[in-house]
């Protein structure tokens, strides 16, 4: 049974950090790509960051670029996402979402998605 479950959301003050963690289970992890997307109210769904399945090659959206930094522990089957200096504009919705065979970040490559956690930037 495959499983795909986000952690470590929540509220945070503008400047402060979090980690979300996606834990996967039912497939193998170490033979996918994986991607995080977030959605804000009212927006569209865009792609933050990818690691592909060698963990060779990350990719980052322009607006988290320098902040954010993704990660995976094939031991574990977990993909992380460290997101520092947050701001306003980065509360969202976030998402995992995995793909054996698309590396990117377009979200009609991905086929397996967690449920997605709650990001809130506020002071």
């Known amino acids: 049974q495959v499983q795909v479950v986000e952690s470590g959301g929540g509220l945070v003050q503008p400047g402060g950090s979090l980690r979300l963690s996606c834990a996967a289970s039912?497939?193998?992890?170490?033979?996918?790509?994986i991607s995080w997307f977030r959605q804000a109210l009212g927006k569209e769904r865009e792609g933050v960051s990818c690691?592909?399945?060698?963990?060779?090659?990350?990719y980052y959206a322009v607006s988290v670029k320098g902040r954010f930094t993704i990660s995976r522990d094939n031991a574990k089957n977990t993909v992380y996402l460290q997101m520092n200096s947050l701001k306003s504009e980065d509360t969202a919705v976030y998402y995992c979402?995995?793909?054996?065979?698309?590396?990117?970040?377009?979200?009609?490559?991905?086929?397996?998605w967690g449920q997605g956690i709650q990001v809130t930037v506020s002071s």
């Open positions: 979402a995995f793909s054996p065979s698309y590396f990117g970040l377009a979200s009609r490559g991905y086929e397996l």
């Open positions: 690691i592909n399945s060698d963990d060779e090659v990350t």
């Open positions: 039912g497939f193998k992890f170490e033979n996918y790509a």
